[in-house]
């Protein structure tokens, strides 16, 4: 494998010009090879481990450059000097522009050496985290690399963004730009729990591929799970309890599912997992990219936008939210998701008019783009809307209460009684999406739920049909009043758009059906999915000390939905939708209270009638900001 050598490094052929290049992705491979020259690293890091990174170099002439940097878990790869991705920016233009691309395995992973820990904590008894080695990798290269221009900019989506995260915490000097997009935060909030709630199939799919042992560097990739059905439903619910995980398929050996058996709450392992109180001396501009559909990171894009504004005064700080699912504004026109259409392609849009510009003004010194403080895609209206602040002026915080006769109303109850009831079976689970797959999917995010909301165990209360457009701006808190016959239960409040009756059909530009026809999406009393959150219900006063229900007593169940830009039009409905299952994205709660879920027996499961209350004492409500300006 060639290594580099600092001093001959960029003895290079100096082209005389670039060619356009192409967007076809096999075009856009041709382009990077022919106008990109390919090294390899080891840097080392402040104890002595050496991380293994490769960087591609503009091989016309031109520069000094900038670097763009990526630090992964999922491989710096493919190795060996003769060998080039297929792709090295964010976007086509950028690589026509020409940086100086960097992409290194993090410690632990693939070719790096060290051991990998996930989520690194900032605060360890070790002298090294992930802002170290970020810091060290930027000093070696504005050091070594000849005809770089001193500036680096470092970017990723998911896990990629918490390394980019952690990156900018304690900046080096030369590190300009960091644009951490749908980074992870908190994986009690984030990927595997939701308000400690267990993600049960995006935690079991990723581990038992991500989470294989690596004792040596390696070049070898872990096959995928197969799960023998392309039902993961029925997959999951033959499973039965998780207490059969490492029983019947990982024996053991895959280190963070026993981390998770042996974690069940809110304890220091988990908390020092946390970036969040971290985020100060971020000396760099920060570009926090976000998709309002993500199924995996929705709370770290928000909470690392709102820490760094919060903590660091002085940083040029801004956040992108569009409608996309997670990471879609990479790869996909962000056009439309599930069952939702979004009239524009987003994803282009944003690509040339935020990122590419915003890139070029911090690395290269081009106009600065005229960039608010929050660019946040208003869904129902499907339009771009500027923001000063986020959550941001002008919003007016209400109230909108669950009522009787499976209402929604903006007037406090005054009956002395109220409620509705439903049988949670955890034999037979809500699920969280119609579609058959195995995997976590994104498409949910935006789905129909008529095929829940006629689940007797899934209650709906909907407003009158609205008179006038009603936008919902921010965090949405939710209180819930609600009962169990037993002593356990999980809790999930989803907000729905539901169109009129008469709404026409969807056509989809661009798309056919096998006749030849254009594509249409039903529109008519379609209930479609704006927001949902999830909480296990024994963490409602204490994610650090559970406790139980004690049954048949009224209780406040609490819970923060995240940010939403969301525009109810006239003729339209609002729904909020509550169920207690949402399955397999989240595993079975027993319903009988066990001290830890990830040694529940089959026995512990059971049936329980759940209430959530509405009357004067115990008024479930959503508080919610209403955007008053008009736009």
């Known amino acids: 494998m060639q290594l580099l050598s600092v001093r001959i490094l960029f003895s290079l052929l100096l082209l005389p010009g670039v060619a356009l290049f192409a967007t076809d992705a096999e075009d856009r491979a041709v382009f990077i090879r022919d106008h990109y020259s390919k090294f390899e690293a080891r840097i080392p890091a402040r104890d002595g481990t050496h991380l293994y990174t490769t960087i591609y170099t503009p091989n016309w002439e031109g520069g000094p450059w900038p670097i763009i940097m990526i630090r992964t878990p999922y491989s710096a790869g493919p190795y060996g000097a003769d060998k080039y991705k297929a792709w090295l920016g964010p976007n086509p233009e950028l690589e026509k522009d020409g940086y100086i691309f960097v992409f290194q395995d993090v410690r632990g992973r693939y070719m790096s050496e060290g051991k990998f820990r996930n989520m690194t904590p900032h605060k360890s008894d070790l002298k090294t985290n992930e802002s170290t080695d970020t810091y060290d990798t930027i000093d070696w290269l504005v050091k070594n690399l000849p005809n770089n221009n001193n500036k680096v900019a470092q970017w990723g989506v998911s896990y990629p963004g918490f390394y980019t995260a952690a990156g900018m915490i304690d900046s080096h000097p030369s590190l300009v730009l960091a644009s951490p997009q749908a980074p992870i935060a908190d994986w009690f909030w984030d990927d595997m729990h939701h308000n400690g709630a267990f993600c049960l199939n995006l935690a079991f799919n990723f581990f038992s591929s991500f989470g294989v042992a690596r004792p040596e560097p390696t070049t070898e990739r872990v096959e995928r799970f197969e799960h023998g059905t392309p039902d993961g439903y029925q997959f999951f619910m033959d499973l039965g309890p998780l207490s059969n995980v490492n029983k019947n398929y990982f024996n053991g050996e895959i280190d963070f599912w026993n981390q998770f058996i042996e974690h069940p709450n809110y304890d220091d392992f988990w908390q020092s997992r946390n970036i969040l109180p971290h985020l100060r001396n971020v000396n760099c501009a920060v570009l926090t990219v976000v998709g309002h559909y993500d199924a995996e990171d929705l709370y770290g894009p928000w909470n690392i936008y709102k820490e760094v504004e919060k903590n660091n005064k ?40 935020v990122l590419t510009p915003t890139f070029r003004h911090h690395l290269k010194g081009g106009p600065a783009p005229k960039l608010p403080e929050a660019l946040i895609f208003e869904t129902g209206a499907n339009r771009w809307r500027q923001f000063d602040q986020w959550p941001p002026k002008g919003i007016e915080t209400r109230d909108l209460y669950l009522a009787a006769a499976d209402g929604l109303s903006w007037e406090k109850p005054t009956t002395k009684t109220g409620y509705s ?44 049909v609205l008179t006038e457009d009603v936008t919902i701006a921010g965090p949405i808190d939710v209180d819930l009043w609600v ?30 059906d096998e006749d030849g026809e254009q594509k249409e999406i039903e529109r008519g009393h379609a209930q479609i999915l704006i927001r949902y959150e999830a909480i296990r219900g024994r963490f409602r006063n204490s994610f650090e000390k559970p406790e139980p229900f004690e049954p048949g007593k009224p209780t406040k169940v609490s819970l923060r939905l995240m940010d939403v830009l969301h525009n109810f039009q006239r003729g339209h409905r609002i729904m909020i939708q509550v169920q207690s299952s949402f399955f397999p994205f989240i595993d079975r709660n027993p319903q009988n209270y066990v001290d830890n879920i990830f040694k529940a027996e089959e026995k512990d499961f059971t049936k329980a009638t759940h209430r959530v209350y509405f009357d004067k004492k115990h008024p479930s409500k959503l508080r919610v900001g209403i955007l008053t300006d008009k736009f």
């Open 483 to 512: 009962s169990t016959d037993k002593t356990a239960a999980d809790w999930i409040v989803k907000v729905v758009d539901v169109y009129p009756g008469g709404e026409p059909a969807l056509k989809l530009p661009g798309e056919m």
């Open 421 to 464: 009831e439903f049988v949670s079976d955890p034999g037979n689970p809500v699920p969280n999406t119609a579609t058959i797959g195995t995997s976590w999917g994104r498409d949910f995010m935006a789905e129909d739920q008529r095929f829940a909301s006629r689940r007797p165990d899934v209650l709906v209360f909907q407003s009158e």
């Open 314 to 353: 002085q940083t040029n700080n801004r956040v992108v939210v569009g409608p996309w699912s997670h990471g879609a504004w990479v790869r996909r026109d962000g056009d439309r998701l599930g069952d939702s259409y979004f009239g524009q392609k987003s994803g282009p849009w944003y690509n040339e008019h």
